[in-house]
């Protein structure tokens, strides 16, 4: 799979920032100048972008891209219960960001919900 190659623990947790995009490829590719300019805004070294591989993976060659997440995956799942239910090592891997972006049409999003309660902040 195309991205595969960007490991997980590559950065330090104050070097990254998770973004979950769940839209499909037209969004995606409206969303990269944003995208370009998140590292500088958080003084991080790169992004983790969460959402559908197919459409991601087009993306892992971009410098400011360190890893990319499946999010259709069944561990994904336990984020939008109350409080979340996920398995250790996805909840290890979320909580090693310094904040998260969530692209949704509302503050009220379950997935924005359930990274604040896995105590990252969200923007």
Same mark, same amino acid.
């Given at each position: 799979?195309?991205?595969q190659?960007?490991?997980a623990?590559r950065h330090?947790?104050?070097?990254?920032?998770?973004?979950?995009l769940?839209?499909? %490829?037209?969004?995606?590719l409206?969303t *990269?100048?944003? !995208? +370009?300019? /998140?590292?500088?805004?958080f #003084?991080?070294?790169s992004?983790t %972008?969460?959402g559908n591989?197919?459409? *991601?993976?087009? !993306? +892992?060659? /971009?410098?400011?891209?360190? #890893?990319i997440m499946?999010?259709?995956?069944?561990?994904?799942?336990?984020l939008?219960?109350?409080p979340p239910?996920?398995?250790?090592?996805?909840?290890?891997k979320?909580?090693?960001?310094k904040a998260a972006?969530?692209l949704?049409?509302?503050?009220?999003?379950p997935a924005s919900i359930?990274?604040?309660?896995l105590g990252?902040p969200i923007?």
């Amino acid at each position: 799979m195309i991205g595969q190659n960007k490991v997980a623990d590559r950065h330090e947790k104050e070097d990254k920032v998770l973004v979950l995009l769940r839209g499909v %490829l037209g969004d995606v590719l409206l969303t *990269l100048p944003f !995208l +370009a300019r /998140l590292p500088s805004y958080f #003084e991080a070294r790169s992004l983790t %972008l969460v959402g559908n591989y197919s459409i *991601l993976g087009l !993306l +892992a060659d /971009l410098h400011f891209i360190g #890893e990319i997440m499946d999010h259709d995956r069944a561990e994904w799942a336990g984020l939008y219960r109350n409080p979340p239910e996920m398995g250790e090592r996805l909840t290890k891997k979320i909580k090693a960001h310094k904040a998260a972006v969530v692209l949704a049409k509302r503050d009220s999003d379950p997935a924005s919900i359930g990274l604040k309660r896995l105590g990252l902040p969200i923007v």
